[in-house]
């Protein structure tokens, strides 16, 4: 379409941004977490992450996320199947509704949850009404993970839901007249064709789900404490830099094995044709 | 079946909306406390349009995300025009280049920048959440042009060029229009990101500047102001409204579609 020249000139400006604010940020933060104060080179922050604490914050962590993820994939499995079957029939208002949740501001809303499941929350109030006994729901990890899912279900559901609705109708009704029933059709050729969707939407679960140090804070009472509240920390309260660096890289690492781990499943490696 | 498929709806939507409806009814409490219900008042909503502290972070917000979104978008359609061009394995090399700050954690990216900020001798402040915020935009923005770029028909392109279009000419009045829908989509979904963000800007700004969402997280340990929820609510009713408008736009383009 344009020519070598017009080609490179174009990209440069792209590359040299790339370059500032995606590479160099990255050698700043790999940087600073294999050095000390004195800048000389040390692994000694980076091997922290075995002490008691952070060691405990950082399985928590890993827990949480897996948890949370998994909850977001049973729930947005067959949400997604609804929805698309919906779909076809012209109701895209419906769907439009499940999206429109993720406009309204997270803290808040996560906020809300605070009010709904604290002690002297909603809930708790309308057992007291029937005369049950309170819940304790607040600061514990599960009102972690009903933050996480809330958070980010929009993010499982959105590639689900566009992977579902590309499946042509046709090769559905071809189960259907070669003989397979309802439940050979999903799992012959649904899961398989909707594996993609699935692929990313737990990359785009699990990796925030990981990092997020919001959620705990407000959900988890601050006795909870995820690897990212210990990283910010250090930052906000500690200002011991080089350790915060050390922990990120290590979280980096995480999702890194995280996005092989994926890539390893994705099914479809190339589907772009010049 | 089909009896089990609207209770599961139902409940999926009761899980997504009982939080905003919390907030909306908080919104017109007129306890400043949470749970506590003392009678409904407007006095928030009054009150919203009075605050200087909120005005400063709504205008922040609004262009920030503005500028952050039109900066990306051009950054964005530019860089998908080069990338066309190249052979399949440099474009791949380049996708996943783009992909990085969508892939990595916030908290990551936050905290590079902030030490490549400090690095640059640049004081933490506007300047500094503007340019983060371009950053976490541009790649969704190239998620959303690239495909429609790809499959874009290039006969069009050089039937304009054969009828004596210069290339720039050709590319406003054949390639520009065909993007039109997904410059559009990727503009929004870089304003939402950035309006929505907190993590990111939480480790780029400095003291004295604040967007929404900074705002509210400094609120929530001294306790919320009430303002918020009214703030909210208003952003809910405005997308709710945009929404259905939108909805009902498209299957009225589908029945004149059916029409035909």
Redesign the interface.
Known sequence: ??N?L???V??T??LI??G???F???V??IW?GVTDKAGNFSLDNMAMIFEKGFWNALTLSVWLAFVSTVVCLI?AY??CL?LTERQRD?T???S???I?????????????????L?G???IN?FMRLFDLPALQMINTEGAIVVGMV?NY?PYMVLPLFITLSKIDRSILEAAHDLGANSWQTFYRVILPLSLPGAVSGI?MVF??A?????ISA?LGGGKLLLI?NI??QE?TFQYD?HL??AL?VI??IF?ILN?LLTAAFDPIK?E?K? | MKYL?KI??AI??L??????A??IA?SFNASRY??HWTGVTLDWYVKLFNDERIADAIANTLSIGLISASIATI?GL??C??????S?KWR?T?MS??N??I???????G??????FM?LGLRLGYVSIL?AHI?FN?PYVILCIMPQL?SLD?SF?EAALDLGAS?LKAFTSVVLPELRPSIFAGFLLAF?MSA?D??ITH?TKGAGVDT??TE??AE?KIG?HPE??AL?TL??LF??VF??L??IN??KL?KAEDVF
């Open positions: 379409m344009i070598r017009t080609r490179n174009l990209m400006p792209f941004w790339a500032l604010f995606i160099i940020p990255l700043y933060i600073f729930l067959p949400l609804i012209n895209t208002i419906i439009l509704l499940f429109l949740p993720l406009w309204m501001n997270s803290l808040l809303s996560t906020m809300a949850w605070q009010t709904i604290e002297n929350g909603i109030q809330y279900l990359t990796i925030p990981l990092t997020t140090f919001v407000m990212g990283i910010e930052f830099w915060g660096c990120s979280l980096m999702i996005m190339e772009e010049d | 498929k599961y709806l999926i939507f899980f997504l909306y009982a939080p905003i919390v907030l908080q949470r749970g950054l530019i860089t025009v080069a990338m066309k061009e190249f399949r791949a380049f280049i783009t990085v700050p892939l990595n954690a916030d908290i990551v990216t905290i590079s920048l902030m030490l490549l690095g340019l950053v541009v790809m290039k392109y290339p939402t929505d907190f993590i480790f929404l969402t509210i997280y929530l919320i918020m929820y909210s952003v809910f997308v709710l929404v259905i939108f909805a498209r299957r589908k």
